[in-house]
């Protein structure tokens, strides 16, 4: 067998440095060729070498030593040829399967570096069913599931984004008894009709589908949730209810009390919106909702995702994050560490300004502490309508801002009409301690630099406004900012602030 490899044996300079593990217990030794086999194994990159190839051509590598301990060792240590790949032969894949004993195997397809057909590889695994503790298949190969039960199968893993042909999962695969089974993958299958039963001890779930009236609909979907109460991360991509199921409004409720990390992207039409009600996670503390467009009706869109709001803001209602990019998609995240809020609407057919009448909307109702604000906005918006969103963040001591400046420094620039008749005067963003600004226009306009040294005179009590004491904007502790300024900054700006004033010059369209 050794003429199968050849071309992976080191130069004979290589072969003949002496043994760097003499000496070197044959347990540890093999303990570290494991975690580099399992890390290799493992490894998702289109350029990574096969565990079992690996393996191999290492062996053949060490046979050229004439005291090399390791060359035995890896023929008697099972635990070392338990990753089955389709990257070698099959008189190979043989080898491995003997070798490893009665060890779990980690069992991988991929049709790019295939040596054998799908279905050769899948009748050459089949038998060691019982052993089955991984199985990652691409492109064809999951037709070939068998129908035995695979008891110990911990991960079941199936992309096919290859296959134009739809067809059903057999209803007898696996026999439906998975027992051991905590992680299923199902990416981009054409698959049409029901799903086999999966078992019933899922904790981690990914389904991803393209837009199309093929592969898994919602409610397929919706029925693997029902049975699987015990889940703790899923992640949800489909974009139809079947034709069986005319009124989802029907469906039972799903309850998921043990999920912490929820993503739920849907394509096409609003039809996402139907299951997303549906569910129920109480004790979900990240959530990420990635849609085509945001639905004309904002109170179902409120309606859909205010209980994941509600589940992580509640709990860490101070020192709160929030980002809003306003570019080609819109983008709203909220949170802090783990603990995140994710809104995306890829087409978003709606106009700024009501996206942010729907975001004060979440604020007003659960008033969260938001220390850290970073606005990213190429849409238009109104004065109206920032003074809106600001009034809502009184706590904000860091603000970032890139893009479609001029509204904010107007709106920050003086303070707001008081809501009660003869009442003080509010500033905007009053505890705003730093500001970091992105200006790819080249200048800071008078109305940046109006901004600045109004609340600068507001913070000493000396501004023509007359603020009341404790409704001033804070003094300003650092500036930053970067633009493709030619001749340097305002003078004004590092005269007024010394050396809390940084200033970065960056080539014209840096992001």
């Known amino acids: 067998m050794g003429e199968l490899y050849e071309q992976g044996v080191p130069s004979v300079a290589l072969v003949q440095i002496p043994w760097p593990t003499r000496g070197l217990p044959t347990e540890i030794f093999a303990d570290i060729l494991l975690s580099v086999l399992s890390e290799v ?103 070939y599931l068998p129908q035995m039960p695979a008891p110990r199968l911990q991960e079941l893993i199936l992309i096919d984004p290859y296959s134009e042909m739809s067809r059903a999962l057999a209803k007898g695969t696996f026999c439906g008894e998975l027992p051991s089974l905590q992680r299923l993958t199902l990416d981009r299958l054409p698959i049409t009709g029901p799903l086999p039963t999966l078992g019933r001890n899922l904790r981690f779930l990914t389904i991803r589908q393209l837009s199309g009236k093929s592969g898994i609909t919602y409610t397929e979907i919706h029925r693997l949730l029902l049975l699987h109460s015990s889940l703790v991360e899923v ?5 139809h209810w079947s034709q069986a199921t005319p009124n989802p409004e029907t469906l039972e409720d799903v309850s998921l009390p043990s999920l912490s990390r929820f993503s739920f992207t849907g394509r096409g039409s609003t039809d996402w919106i139907r299951l997303l009600q549906k569910i129920r996670a109480p004790n979900c503390t990240s959530f990420e909702l990635v849609i085509s467009n945001l639905p004309d009706a904002h109170s179902d869109l409120l309606q859909a995702v205010e209980p994941y709001f509600a589940s992580m803001i509640t709990p860490v209602s101070r020192d709160l994050t929030v980002s809003l990019s306003f570019e080609f998609d819109f983008t709203l995240v909220i949170g802090q560490g783990d603990r995140i809020f994710k809104l995306e609407a890829l087409n978003p057919k709606t106009d700024a300004e009501s996206v942010i009448v729907w975001v004060s909307e979440l604020l007003v109702r659960y008033r969260p502490t938001v220390t850290d604000l970073e606005l990213v906005r190429y849409w238009t918006l ?44 509010q500033w905007l963003l009053p505890a705003m301690e730093k500001l970091a600004v992105l ?54 700006l590092p005269k007024l602030l010394g050396d809390r004033f940084v200033f970065e010059r960056i080539k014209y369209g840096t992001p």
């Open 41 to 143: 194994h493992y490894d998702t990159s289109i350029n990574a070498s096969p565990a079992l190839k690996w393996l191999y051509r290492y062996r053949l590598s060490i046979y050229h030593y004439s005291h090399c301990p390791g060359f035995s060792m890896v023929d008697s240590v099972p635990t070392l040829w338990v990753f089955i790949d389709s990257s070698v032969s099959l008189n190979i894949v043989d080898i491995a399967l003997e070798r490893s004993g009665v060890r779990l195997l980690s069992i991988r397809f991929r049709p790019a570096n295939a040596l054998t057909t799908a279905s050769s590889f899948m009748n050459k695994v089949a038998p060691h069913i019982g052993r089955w503790k991984v199985v990652d298949l691409r492109g064809p190969a999951w037709k």
């Open 235 to 239: 992640e949800l991509q489909a974009s």
């Open 382 to 425: 109104s004065d109206k309508g920032l003074s809106n969103l600001f009034m809502e963040l009184p706590d904000v001591t860091q603000f970032r801002v890139e893009g479609g400046l001029e509204a904010n420094w107007r709106v920050l620039g003086k303070p707001v009409v008081p809501a009660v008749k003869g009442g003080p005067a």
């Open 439 to 492: 200006d790819q226009s080249g200048k800071e306009g008078e109305d940046f630099i109006a901004m600045i040294q109004a609340r600068e005179a507001a913070a000493a009590g000396t501004d023509s406004t007359r603020a009341s004491a404790g409704h001033q904007p804070v003094r300003l502790e650092r500036l930053e900012f970067q633009g493709p300024v030619v001749l340097g900054p305002d003078a004004r």
